[in-house]
């Protein structure tokens, strides 16, 4: 899975929009629209950003590679 779909999961998993998860972030709504349509690849601040954020951190490991680990905290969206 891409990293644009996997942000999309994520979002729709938390029922926030692009605009919420931007502000949760302090990303630009502009540029993210970008990352979810695979216009630009995501660097690693900005990566960083969503692997750290208290809400989403669970994901990191999906997100990083597909892989889960419950037992850690670590699920998956879909």
Known sequence: MELAAKLK??????GVT?????????ISLSTYKKYEVGM?????NTLSKVTNHPKFAKYTLWL??????PESGQVSPV
């Open 18 to 26: 692009q605009a919420e998860f931007c502000e949760l972030l302090g």
């Open 64 to 69: 990083m590679n597909e892989q889960t680990a």
């Open 9 to 14: 999961a994520i979002r729709a998993k938390e």
């Open 40 to 44: 630009f690849e995501m660097g690693f």
